[in-house]
Structure formats: C-alpha cells, structure tokens
C-alpha cells in the first residue's frame, strides 16, 4: 500500500514535456494528419508536447526549431520547486546537453538524469526526439 501510494504520488506529480524533430512519425502514427504534418514541416515548426492529467498529449507550443528548446524549458520551469528532472532523447545528445546544462544552473542540487528514450517510443516519435520530465516536490 506505501508503495503504491509512492507512485500514485511521483506520477501525479511529475510533467512532461517532449518535442520531435519531424512531424512525419506522428502522422504515421494515427496522432496528426497528413494535412497538418505536411504544413507543420513546410512551415519549419516543431511542436512542444505536454501530457494532460488523463494523459493525453497536448500541444502546448509550436516554435521554430531555434526556440523549441527555450520553450521546453519555460514550460518544465513553471510547476514550482523540483525534486528530480529527467531528459531522454533519441539521436539528440546536443539538444540534451543543452537541457542538461540549463537545468543544473536553474536547479543546482536537484538530480538529472540523462538518458536514451528507449526503442519503442523513438518508433512512434522519431529521430531527434527529445523529452523533459520533471517531478515536483510534495
């Protein structure tokens, strides 16, 4: 029942945010049509996707691929004090050590892990893909 209790509480207190590199494994995916990945490509935007608390996606923001990172950052910063932030990716270590980085500044003590998404989830979002998490204190 502790248990239990633990990770009902680190799930309902954790945010996610992510982003994908190209809109086209989305639309394979049945989660964005065709028209829209099409214009989202031809217009150079890359989304920023949060998680609703039913766990549905959200699209939260849509920045060119010079804010995506800044943006994912604004969002993950904006649920008050942290007790643990994640970063995985696919094929973006750069874009991760950026958010590394910047979240060790902003939170100096706060555990970062930094890992790979993992082959499921880079089959339905693709390379280049690239996660924030982070869990708030209770």
């Given at each position: 029942d502790e248990l239990e209790a633990f990770i009902n509480g680190a799930i309902a207190r954790t945010e996610?945010?992510?982003?994908v590199n190209t809109l086209e494994y989305l639309q394979k995916g049945g989660r964005i049509g065709a028209v829209g990945a099409l214009l989202g490509s031809?217009?150079?935007?890359?989304?920023v996707i949060t998680l609703d608390k039913e766990g549905k996606l959200v699209v939260a923001a849509?920045?060119?691929p010079q804010q995506v990172l800044n943006t994912m950052l604004e969002i993950s910063s904006s649920h008050g004090e942290l007790e643990r932030i994640c970063i995985a990716h696919e094929g973006a270590e750069k874009d991760a050590e950026y958010l590394y980085g910047e979240m060790t500044k902003?939170?100096?003590?706060?555990p970062v892990l930094m890992t790979g998404i993992g082959a499921v989830l880079a089959t339905h979002l693709g390379p280049g893909c690239i996660g924030l998490f982070v869990r708030t204190k209770e």
């Open positions: 996610t945010c992510f982003s031809l217009l150079g935007i890359r989304p849509n920045a060119d902003r939170y100096p003590g706060v």
